[in-house]
């Protein structure tokens, strides 16, 4: 037996004989009798000592046999009585030993010693997903286990090491954990965009009747997927429900969007829901606040759709609507009034607009910057260059008003002479990267967002004072209107209001498309405060390559799904994307046509510019490929220098859009 099994050993005896041995050796010299029996006791305690210890020894090697052999003993008992499956395989996978749980879990009547255990269960694919000892899970008829590895050593020569593989069931642990995950909260939501708007245009003893069939539909729609819905606001609601619920809702894509756009009522605006909702697995009141942010964005983009939240990101449904255009002007001068404090409160004011920039972002850039002199502040535009699009406006300006021109810097001056206490505001966009400079975003703490278009994945974090409106036919549109709020002087030169004036035609199409009251509204106040149509028409008027181009894209168009046209322009020019976006709107020309896309190459990036009559959303075909924008007018950037390999994508957009079941 070795050492490390002994409990006493006769070296720990050394010092206490060696020190009674020394002594009996000194007492010779005096006393030789003593010393005699002296060293006859001490070689009485060396043996004693020796004897002890070895019985000692011997007791202690034999109870370690025992308690060995009844834990080999235990062992065996345990695993033979084992109540759950059991095997055992060498190096090779062969089976060696298995119990009769085994053999009822995988209802095998025939031995299967020196079987392959992969022939029974596959544990291939398990060893490289796993370690060779970490525990993994597995289904057999509906039932989940968890499968247990451990390798044991062997002392045979002739065998390598053993593995034994056990199986526990785990189906109640899954299907509590899984009704755990299904009961997890999500909160919805839901508003009615046009209410107030719906009510006011029937009469007063039908109201009580809309509303009431308003409330039953909604109400049923979320009882049938077991969710509570109570009604907090003639317009509002707010639904809590399960993640197995939210699944259901999901699966049906949320097609209470469709119901309520279909219920039939005589003489009155079509009702349009916005629907807010957080994802599982949050706090009732983080699922509250998310859903809230959900429903601002639904809004922002213009109603009539669900907005539900997604990890960092969102997902979109329904959309297929035109925003509808809100009378009420209240939020207009509240939104003006804060924009004013905002300016007074701030050391220097930039305002930007989208790279490429169109009428609309200077125009609209043009009007804040005359807002900002108003209350006597430093304010800048910052432009780093221009292009085809905006040539005319800036030739114009360098003539009429000089001094303006000199409030126009580029991204990295503006970069120079940013401050803490400077104030951004971004028109007619609210993607940080498709501003002009996106540093600046960066730069600048405090951010307001002024567009028009519909809100999209990407928006700036945490605005001071956002105002996104899609109802509005243009960005120019809505600061014409916040200009009369913010000053009792509604005071423009004749560029400042041609310049605002061309941003409303540019988008407006001439007044043809997504115009509404309060677009001849503005317009009105822009022809009061000095703008001339005639000198705003020659701001558009192109040249004659650019002319042909449009045609050249025009012949190139290729008619898909029946009604779909798309064309490219195949060579890079300065103004090429003007001329994808002008051929876009020519193509709507053609009979039948309710929708266009348009393809060119600048540099090595693909643009997209869509168009459509509003029946197809083209803002929800091209958001699939990372581009956003209205309805009836939406743009997209796909980096790649092939035009084919964009028009795939495109053409895949736009088969996925209609097979969702949008409505033409």
Do not use: C
Not at 452 to 479: C, I, M, Q
Not at 516 to 539: I, P, Q
Not at 615 to 631: A, T
Not at 651 to 661: K, M, S, T
């Amino acid at each position: 037996m070795e050492n490390d099994t002994k409990i006493l050993d006769i070296k720990d005896f050394i010092l206490p004989l060696g020190a009674l041995a020394l002594v009996s050796i000194a007492l010779l010299t005096k006393d030789p009798v003593l010393g005699a029996l002296g060293l006859l006791a001490t070689g009485y305690a060396v043996y004693a000592s020796y004897r002890k210890v070895a019985g000692k020894n011997e007791e202690f090697i034999d109870y370690l046999e025992h308690m060995n052999e009844d834990f080999d003993q235990l062992t065996k008992h345990a695993i033979f009585s084992m109540p759950f499956p059991l095997v055992i395989a060498d190096d090779q996978d062969k089976i060696v030993w298995y119990n009769t749980p085994f053999i009822k879990l995988f209802k095998e009547e025939n031995s299967l010693i020196g079987s392959s255990l992969n022939k029974i269960v596959d544990l291939t694919e398990r060893k490289k997903d796993h370690k060779e000892e970490t525990a993994f899970s597995m289904t057999l008829e509906d039932r989940t286990y968890t499968v247990y590895p451990n390798e044991v050593e062997t002392k045979s020569s002739d065998r390598k090491n053993l593995k034994m593989y056990y199986w526990v069931d785990t189906s109640r642990y899954e299907d509590l954990k899984k009704f755990a995950e299904d009961n997890k909260p999500v909160v919805a939501i839901v508003e009615v965009d046009n209410h107030d708007e719906a009510m006011d245009s029937i009469d007063s003893n039908l109201r009580p009747m809309v509303q009431a069939k308003l409330d039953s539909t909604i109400s049923q729609y979320f009882h049938e997927v077991n969710a509570i819905l109570r009604k907090f606001d003639q317009d509002t609601y707010l639904a809590v429900m399960s993640q197995e619920s939210f699944v259901e809702l999901k699966k049906r894509r949320f097609d209470l969007l469709d119901i309520i756009r279909s219920l039939d009522f005589e003489n009155i605006l079509p009702l349009t829901l916005s629907i807010g909702v957080s994802r599982p697995g949050l706090t009732y009141m983080e699922s509250y606040k998310e859903a809230d942010t959900s429903l601002d964005v639904a809004l922002g983009r213009g109603g009539d759709q669900a907005v539900v939240r997604i990890h960092d990101s969102y997902e979109f449904f329904g959309g297929k609507s035109k925003a509808v255009e809100k009378r009420n002007k209240v939020k207009a001068r509240v939104i003006g009034v804060a924009l004013r404090q905002l300016i007074d409160r701030s050391r220097r004011v930039f305002v930007m607009g989208h790279g490429n920039a169109d009428m609309d972002a200077i125009g609209s850039g043009i009007g804040v910057l005359r807002a900002v002199a108003n209350r006597g502040k430093e304010g800048y535009l910052v432009l780093n260059k221009s292009n085809p699009s905006i040539d005319n406006l800036l030739n114009r300006m360098d003539k009429e008003q000089p001094s303006l021109r000199e409030r126009f810097v580029t991204g990295a001056q503006a970069q120079d002479m940013a401050t803490k206490d400077s104030l951004l505001i971004m028109v007619d966009n609210h993607k940080p990267s498709f501003t002009e400079y996106p540093a600046l975003v960066d730069i600048i703490p405090n951010i307001v967002v002024i567009d028009h278009h519909r809100r999209g994945k990407e928006f700036v974090d945490n605005p001071v004072l956002s105002y996104v409106e899609p109802y509005a036919s243009s960005t120019s549109e809505l600061v014409t209107e916040m200009l009369t709020y913010m000053s009792d002087d509604f005071h423009l030169t004749n560029f400042e209001a041609d310049a605002l004036m061309s941003g409303i035609v540019v988008d407006t199409k001439n007044f043809t498309y997504h115009t509404g009251v309060r677009t001849f509204e503005a317009a009105s106040n822009l022809r009061r405060a000095g703008a001339d149509m005639s000198k705003v028409r020659v701001l558009f008027e192109d040249d004659y390559d650019t002319i042909l181009a449009r045609a050249e894209v025009v012949h190139h168009a290729k008619i898909y799904f029946d009604y779909i046209a798309v064309s490219y322009l195949d060579r890079q020019a300065a103004n090429s994307v003007l001329v994808a976006a002008q051929a876009a709107n020519e193509l709507l020309d053609i009979h039948g046509i309710k929708a266009s896309f348009v393809l060119t190459k600048k540099e090595k990036t693909i643009h997209i510019s869509g168009r459509s009559l509003g029946e197809l959303s083209v803002q929800l075909i091209l958001e699939k490929i990372g581009g956003g924008g209205h309805l009836n007018m939406a743009g997209a950037q796909i980096e790649t220098d092939s035009l084919d390999e964009a028009k795939d994508q495109l053409l895949h957009a736009i088969e996925e859009y209609l097979e969702e079941g949008a409505e033409v």
